[in-house]
């Protein structure tokens, strides 16, 4: 068991790693021009891969099916959210800025966790997760290139990101459907409003004047980006079937420690200060911190008992 809690965590903290580089080169080094076309190449590259592995037998699929569909919206709402505005912050902010307010998913996502799954984290790892915040709080205090829209891209896809770890954690545990069926009914429920919303938003007219289509290294991490948005989900799917959502959490925040620090070389876009400095370098700690609390412990969550509920299945 600690061997599936802890290489699942791995797997989704490497994903999640190399989509962020990926996605960062393509939208800030070569300057591509819409954020909602490069979260339309993820879901499609999703959707094809799924098929095609289905087709060579290599995964099992279930068929489209309405009833299901309706049941998991919500989870299809929250999955639209987190990859439109978290994209649309990684084209807004530098990197060590965009790893360091991520964080303030991590206390959201704990608070949810307590109220609506009934799990309560020990003292010692909420410390840590407060110390996080406090890093976070100081770094942006002092954050010399500070953007509006993507603080606001980032509160957005924070509050995604915690709705939609605490939904598929329910969805995983109470109903019988797989990784690839939850990856596969985000994917359909998506493309089209995700089309739409890209076509009368006039992004995918920006694409037009676009100057680097001819360039091969940007379309082998235009590529990879969109490959990794497949993985990524499935990595994160498989981290939260073995963890709690909050660690599947954390652990992409503790992946930010090399994030915030290499994101400062890359994408030309971060401003040194010494106090900005100082609150990365104190939320970076904090989440070693939690890391060990968590993956120490042989129980990682205080369950709290629920009040009995029916649970419905998806067939």
């Known amino acids: ?30 300057r591509f ?11 499609t590259i999703t959707l094809v891969l799924l098929r095609i592995l289905k087709k060579l037998k290599l995964i099992k699929l279930a068929n489209f099916d309405p009833k299901t569909a309706w049941n998991i919206m919500p989870l299809a709402i ?91 954690k329910k969805k995983l545990d109470n109903m019988k459907m ?36 001819f360039n091969p290294g940007f379309w082998f991490f235009f590529l990879l980006s969109s490959l990794m948005g497949f993985i990524l989900n499935f990595s994160w799917m498989l981290c939260t079937r073995f963890n709690s959502p909050l660690t599947t959490t954390v652990t992409g925040c503790l992946k930010n420690i090399l994030v915030t620090y ?7 876009d971060y401003i040194f200060s010494s106090l900005n400095f100082v609150g990365l370098t104190i939320s970076s700690v904090a989440s070693v911190l939690y890391s060990y609390l968590t993956f120490s412990s042989s129980k990682p969550v205080e369950e709290v008992k629920p009040k009995q509920s029916k649970c419905t299945t998806l067939v």
Request: proline share 1%; no cysteine; net charge neutral.
């Open 33 to 43: 021009t819409s954020f909602q076309a490069l979260a339309l190449g993820q879901i």
């Open 262 to 268: 290499l994101g400062m070389l890359i994408g030309g």
């Open 78 to 168: 929250f999955y639209f959210g987190n990859i439109l505005f978290g994209l649309g912050g990684t084209k807004s902010l530098n990197l060590p800025m965009f790893s360091v307010l991520r964080r303030f998913s991590v206390l959201m996502t704990m608070y949810g966790e307590q109220y609506i799954l009934r799990k309560k984290k020990s003292s010692a790892i909420q410390m840590s997760i407060y110390a996080m915040i406090l890093g976070a709080l100081v770094a942006a205090s002092d954050d010399l290139t500070f953007d509006v829209y993507g603080y606001t891209f980032i509160t957005l896809n924070n509050f995604f990101t915690t709705a939609n770890g605490i939904y598929t």
């Open 1 to 30: 068991m600690l061997i599936e809690r802890f290489g699942s965590a791995a797997f989704y903290g490497v994903a999640s790693l190399m989509i962020t580089f990926a996605n960062k080169i393509v939208l800030t080094s070569y």
């Open 178 to 213: 797989g990784e690839y069926d939850l990856l596969y009914y985000n994917a359909i429920l998506t493309l089209f409003p995700m089309i739409i919303l890209s076509i009368y938003s006039g992004e995918l007219e920006k694409l037009q004047n676009y100057d680097e289509w």
